[in-house]
């Protein structure tokens, strides 16, 4: 079973378009998180969640918005998508928020045209 | 702020060469490091980690000792492997108010010949 999965792999869409990438953890973890890899592999966190709520937004545009219906789910919408937006976005959990470690999915590779 | 310097790649052995990949830090706190892998195609796994100055992370042949007097967390290995062909990152984690959060390095990629 994997443990942080995510979906799409892949997501390749135009600019100005609405997307949304969904994240599971089944290791039972209340803390969740997005992050932001670049084309030079730099790993920036966006946002976390501690059972359902916000606790961490890095000054990230509005145009992303994370939900999380329930703790062991995470989502990523991103509305009117720009050429900067392409990237690999990891989700990771941790089991609470001290963070002796993270386990990170596999990742989604969004390229935007 | 709380930052990771590691150094840069890419970095290109043989097999059974040693291998360091340096790692210094700035924190507010008193942080945690760690090492985190990253295999072609793959998320980070957790390598190693040392939460208190003079302890020894270590797995899979990979060591690392947290070095306050020095701020590093140098990482080492004996012996390398093709199979250690990956990019490597280095980060701390910190308490930023009431939340702690994961700040990495900008990664460093190995690359192993056989």
């Known amino acids: 079973d994997t443990a942080v999965s995510q979906t799409p792999k892949y997501l390749v869409t135009q600019m100005g378009n609405d997307k949304s990438i969904k994240c599971e953890q089944n290791?039972?973890?209340?803390?969740m998180y997005w992050y932001k890899q670049d084309s030079k592999k730099f790993l920036k966190i966006m946002f976390s969640?501690?059972?359902?709520?916000?606790?961490i937004n890095e000054t990230v545009p509005n145009r992303f918005s994370p939900k999380s219906p329930d703790k062991a789910h995470l989502n990523l919408h991103i509305n009117s998508l720009e050429l900067g937006d392409s990237a690999v976005y990891f989700c990771a959990s941790s089991q609470d928020t001290r963070l002796n470690e993270q386990f990170f999915g596999p990742g989604t590779r969004l390229t935007v045209l | 702020g709380d930052s990771v310097t590691q150094m840069e790649g890419p970095v290109t052995l043989s097999e059974e060469a040693f291998l360091t990949i340096n790692c210094t830090y700035t924190?507010?706190?008193?942080?945690?490091l760690f090492w985190y892998v990253q295999y072609p195609g793959e998320g980070l796994q957790l390598l190693l980690k040392?939460?208190?100055?003079?302890d020894k992370g270590s797995n899979k042949g990979f060591e690392a000792t947290y070095r306050k007097e020095t701020t590093s967390f140098h990482l080492e290995k004996g012996s390398v492997q093709v199979s250690d062909s990956a990019v490597y990152f280095c980060?701390?984690?910190?308490?930023?108010?009431?939340?702690?959060?994961?700040?990495f390095g900008k990664g460093t990629l190995l690359t192993v010949n056989p």
């Open positions: 924190a507010t706190g008193y942080p945690s």
């Open positions: 980060a701390l984690s910190d308490r930023g108010g009431s939340n702690y959060k994961l700040t």
């Open positions: 290791l039972g973890h209340d803390t």
């Open positions: 040392a939460t208190k100055a003079d």
């Open positions: 969640y501690n059972n359902k709520e916000l606790i």
